[in-house]
């Protein structure tokens, strides 16, 4: 399974942020039994 998101949040500076996310779930015998997570927090 494929999961894309954005989280987003407030900075300990107060300045707000999204961040894109892709989490890839292995899934067996309907549990999660691996999960491998994406990102990238690079700011133009």
Known sequence: MIVEFISTGTAPD???????????????NGNITQDFTYYDNFSE
């Open 14 to 28: 107060k300045s707000k942020f999204t961040l894109p996310i892709c989490t890839i779930f292995t899934i067996e």
